[in-house]
């Protein structure tokens, strides 16, 4: 393939999706975490309010949207003052060009999780870069890049201060750049999350944060997302996003200013995953599941000690659609995600058939 990029993830679990479907009270389908329930009122009202935009929109946002980012980020990630903030067309774009927007190419390393979202291995090989997987800092490597992801996908795990300051005193012995993808920030169960810029020390040098409103608030469909961090980086990815024409619509950017300004809707959505996630849980492990981590977002790292292709067909007999762990790297080889993306009546579906099988 083009790139040399692995085939699609979501190409391959077509087979067992086919066989799901089959079942005669339809398919369960918690293998993609895409959004099920509605977009909050408030940000269709400002998005329809916004649809008269005949002229190009700002690459670097409006100046209102800016604002709004820059105080989300000073709240919710306690971020000290003078970052950068730039939005961004959901988040997917953002982790597959990173590292071709800040001039990484061969000859470059870049860094990821052992086991993860695998549009940053994607994202390394566009470069032309090489690819190292690694839950700590790896020994003899000077890296260009590192991505790492508290809340993970797809572990849900979530990591410890001390582990984040150890990333940055690595990145910066090392003179590399540290991403850190934190789309699940506001999704936590059983640990707080934090992120990289509170952590920081009040120094800002070689560091980034990748948000997304697609699980927040439901934008999947609006590709809606903004990256925060050292203002030097990110006016290097303003300067190649112009150029590039990577632009949010300006009717999304009405919305995101909505949906950042309101906490009210991330509260009930987040209600309604905990529910789910009890339901789906308890079904899990009655079934012989253990969940491994899952301490925050939308997943539920389970594992019964077998293949997980073998695990995807034996749900799938079930009408239940889950991801296979092998796709986020070789380190999952024997677990399953299971999203909490499903209407409660298909949840209390899956949760029926896991516990009568």
Known sequence: MSAGLPDFPWDLLEPSKRRAAAHPDGIVDLSIGTPVDPVPAVVRKALAEASDWPGYPLTAGTAELRQEITAWTARNCAAPAGFGVLPTIGSKELVAWLPSLLGVGPGDTVVIPEVCYPTYEVGVRLAGATVVRADSPPEGVRPALIWINSPGNPTGRVAAEAELRGWIAYARATGAVLVSDECYLTL????????????????????????????RSNLAGYRAGFVAGDPELVGELLAVRKHAGMIVPGPVQAAMIAALADESHVDEQRARYAARRELLSGALRAAGFTIDHSQAGLYLWSTRGEDCWQTVDALAELGVLVAPGAIYGPGGAQHVRVALTATDERVRTAVTRLTAA
């Open 188 to 215: 936590p169960w059983t640990a707080q999350p934090l992120s990289v810029l509170s952590v920081c020390d009040g120094d800002l040098t070689g560091l980034l944060a990748v948000h997304s409103l697609s699980k």
